[in-house]
């Protein structure tokens, strides 16, 4: 099992960066697939980044990143638009995350960190 924390969320105006982390619990983090999900306010949550992958919207701006010596994921966030304000969720388990997962087939959550972009 692993324990997931988020940070570095907060308001930045259109067009700033924000680089978020995930700290992991347990000694085999190098073993799980990570990734990052994001949630909008009355919308469904939604993949972001894992590995190679990215969604459409963020191709180009975002780029996911870990360092399993520290146990941290992180998502470095150029060019920001308002319609990436949403929670940020760091995930993980066993198998790949790609742009298809489904939330449901996720495991393991962090308890989120809120990104607001002001326009």
């Known amino acids: 099992q692993v324990q997931l924390v988020e940070s570095g969320g907060g308001l930045v105006q259109a067009g700033g960066s924000l680089r978020l982390s995930c700290a992991a619990s347990?000694?085999?983090?190098?073993?799980?697939?990570m990734g990052w999900f994001r949630q909008a306010p009355e919308k469904e949550r939604e993949f972001v980044a894992s590995?190679?992958y990215y969604a459409d919207s963020v191709k180009g701006r975002f780029t996911i990143s870990r360092d399993n010596a520290k146990n941290t994921l992180y998502l470095q966030m150029n060019s920001l638009k308002p319609e990436d304000t949403a929670v940020y969720y760091c995930?993980?388990?066993?198998?790949?995350?790609?742009?298809?997962?489904?939330?449901?087939?996720?495991?393991?959550w962090g308890q989120g960190t809120q990104v607001t972009v002001s326009s």
């Open positions: 995930a993980a388990r066993w198998r790949a995350i790609v742009p298809g997962t489904s939330p449901s087939e996720v495991p393991y």
């Open positions: 347990g000694r085999t983090f190098s073993s799980y697939v």
């Open positions: 590995g190679t």
